[in-house]
């Protein structure tokens, strides 16, 4: 059965509910993609703004794989990157190309938009990522660090 990839817009809000659940399926973090969803108005902002891209690989009408990036404006040259903050594919279509396919996608649309390069993470141990993203690109080994907001520093 063929697959379809598509880049959501802002009246797409069907798709992106596809697209939370399918990711939530996917991680197993089901609280994390459905239990503060953001209403309507806020996906159609996001949808349609210039620094969010949503593409999704669907089977018939069901979203089956999806990637959410963000275009990341430079300061120091006129250009910018990619950042795939998110990608699967439900647990019954991988190993059929779709991820790497969602990924070609999104190199298409970086170029369209002047992006010089496409970057994501993986998590150690998350070696079906690792091994996707050696095939595509070439490897980086640095730390993450997450500094919590504490409210002293608001505002």
Excluded: N, W
């Amino acid at each position: 059965m063929s697959i379809r990839l598509r880049q959501l817009g802002p009246h797409d809000l069907g798709l992106m509910e596809g697209l939370l659940t399918m990711f939530g399926e996917a991680f197993d973090e089901p609280e994390v993609y459905g239990a503060h969803r953001p209403d309507a108005d806020y996906l159609r902002r996001l949808l349609g703004g210039e620094s969010f891209i949503a593409l999704v690989a669907m089977q018939r009408d069901q979203v089956i794989g999806g990637i959410a990036a963000y275009e990341l404006r430079k300061f120091e040259q006129p250009r910018s990157e990619i950042y795939i903050y998110d990608l699967a594919v439900a647990e019954a279509h991988r190993r059929q190309g779709i991820a790497t396919a969602l990924i070609r996608q999104l190199r298409r649309i970086a170029a369209a938009r002047g992006a010089y390069v496409v970057f994501v993470q993986a998590d150690l141990g998350d070696e079906p990522a690792i091994a996707l993203y050696t095939k595509l690109g070439v490897r980086e080994d640095v730390l993450h660090f997450d500094i919590a907001v504490d409210d002293e520093d608001r505002c």
